[in-house]
């Protein structure tokens, strides 16, 4: 008895329909747990340059 072969990815007409659909359009909204990382970053820093600064 033989078998046919199974594709893991699915069947071409599967993947042709993947292939023509449009991709999902990104929001344009802000992060704002990148914004928040990113101020204490700066914050971090700065906090930084003036400790070594005063032991100056």
Not at 10 to 33: D, I, L, M, W, Y
Request: charge should be positive.
């Amino acid at each position: 008895m033989s078998e046919k072969p199974q594709d893991p990815a699915g069947t071409t007409h599967q993947f042709q329909n993947f292939a023509a659909q449009r991709p999902a359009e990104k929001s344009k909204q802000v992060n704002t747990g990148l914004i928040v990382g990113a101020v204490l970053v700066v914050a971090l820093v700065v906090v930084v340059a003036i400790a070594v600064a005063m032991m100056m």
